[in-house]
Structures are given as structure tokens and as C-alpha cells.
T-cell receptor, first 111, second 113 residues
Framework: DAKTTQPTSMDCAEGRAANLPCNHSTISGNEYVYWYRQIHSQGPQYIIHGLKNNETNEMASLIITEDRKSSTLILPHATLRDTAVYYCIVRVRGGAQKLVFGQGTRLTINP | NAGVTQTPKFQVLKTGQSMTLQCAQDMNHEYMSWYRQDPGMGLRLIHYSVGAGITDQGEVPNGYNVSRSTTEDFPLRLLSAAPSQTSVYFC????????????FGEGSWLTVV
């Protein structure tokens, strides 16, 4: 699975959009971009995933650049409960459970 | 539907002791796996299973054994605990095939003294 690069930490004001970048310049054509988050001391939680089109669900939006070398996770109206470590992961669709976690981005939502 | 259940949540072991971390899922998932997370780090894959009777090694398998006798259960055994195995352990499961979201348990905190 391709390696990803994320900023170590970010801050965002409550109610504003949180935009979390991820670089995955070595991504292969059959690899998806997945986002998980880990709220303190809990198990990682799935957020969203995509291949090449932008995706949106009830939690977030995922914007993938046309060359697929980077992506941005958008939390449209961040709340204090969104404070967590966010992991960007690339993996082959249908592959075995070989998620490769980096250190992620520690997002702090400030009141 | 309880999801992925791990027990115990907390455990203290002495060096050299053995123990088993239990993991059960009630979603009929084919895939199950174990990760460990050390302070300030991302999760690392220990062992995984693609179905009952089938297991394979992940990134950091040494010192751990697994078995998958049923679809529901995937226990992780520490054969002779070492301080380096002090960590938080997460069990995960998913369906096989496309769009397989992986669900994680709440974690088991293990301290080896």
C-alpha cells in the first residue's frame, strides 16, 4: 500500500469547516483513499473513502485531485466532538485487512 | 448487534506470563485482524484472518499467536509476555470483497511489568 503524508497537527474553530490534507503521490491506479479517525482512547472509526471522484456522506466530504496524488477531507461544520486524530490511508480495494496507519493529523476543534 | 467486542479492557501481566485477548464479532464478517498501537503512533497489524481456519502474519507478528476456529472469534495469544508488548490492542473485522469498511473494537490496554 502507498505511503501517505499528513500534517502532524491542525486547529480549527468550532462551526467552521476543517480541511485536512493528505499527500499520496505514489498511489496506484487500483488503490483507494480511506479516512479513519480515532477519538481519544477509542478504536478507529471509518469516515469515508474514494477512488477518483469526490465523495460525500453524512460525516464528511472527500476531494481527490485529478492526478490522485493528494486529497482533502472536509468536515463542513466542525464540532468539539470532531477533535481526534485523523488517518489518511491508501489501500487496494477488496484487499485483506492490511491498513497501514501513519501518525495521522491531530485535529483540535477550539470553542 | 454488539459489533466488535474485546475482552479484557485492561490487563497487567508479569514478564513471562501468557494470556489471551478475546475478540468476537456478531456481524458475520469474514475478515478479522489484530493491531497494536504504541503511544503517539499509528496502528500496526499483528495478524489477520480471511476466514475460519485461515490466518496470516501482519507487520509485527513475533510473540503472538492467533487461531480462527469460528467466524465469530479471533483470539490473540501472548506466549511469554515482554515489556515491549505493553500497548493498546485493537481487534477489527469486515466483510470480504469490495467496499469493505473495517470496524474496530474499543481496545484492550495491556501493561507488562
Amino acid at each position: 500500500d502507498a505511503k501517505t503524508t499528513q500534517p502532524t497537527s491542525m486547529d480549527c474553530a468550532e462551526g467552521r469547516a476543517a480541511n485536512l490534507p493528505c499527500n499520496h503521490s505514489t498511489i496506484s491506479g487500483n488503490e483507494y483513499v480511506y479516512w479513519y479517525r480515532q477519538i481519544h482512547s477509542q478504536g478507529p472509526q471509518y469516515i469515508i473513502h474514494g477512488l477518483k471522484n469526490n465523495e460525500t456522506n453524512e460525516m464528511a466530504s472527500l476531494i481527490i485531485t485529478e492526478d490522485r496524488k493528494s486529497s482533502t477531507l472536509i468536515l463542513p461544520h466542525a464540532t468539539l466532538r470532531d477533535t481526534a486524530v485523523y488517518y489518511c490511508i491508501v489501500r487496494v480495494r477488496g484487499g485483506a485487512q492490511k491498513l497501514v496507519f501513519g501518525q495521522g493529523t491531530r485535529l483540535t476543534i477550539n470553542p | 448487534n454488539a459489533g466488535v467486542t474485546q475482552t479484557p479492557k485492561f490487563q497487567v501481566l508479569k514478564t513471562g506470563q501468557s494470556m489471551t485477548l478475546q475478540c468476537a464479532q456478531d456481524m458475520n464478517h469474514e475478515y478479522m485482524s489484530w493491531y497494536r498501537q504504541d503511544p503517539g503512533m499509528g496502528l500496526r497489524l499483528i495478524h489477520y484472518s480471511v476466514g475460519a481456519g485461515i490466518t496470516d502474519q501482519g507487520e509485527v507478528p513475533n510473540g503472538y499467536n492467533v487461531s480462527r476456529s469460528t467466524t465469530e472469534d479471533f483470539p490473540l495469544r501472548l506466549l511469554s509476555a515482554a515489556p515491549s508488548q505493553t500497548s493498546v490492542y485493537f481487534c477489527a473485522s469486515s466483510y470480504s470483497g469490495a467496499l469493505n469498511t473495517i470496524y474496530f473494537g474499543e481496545g484492550s490496554w495491556l501493561t507488562v511489568v
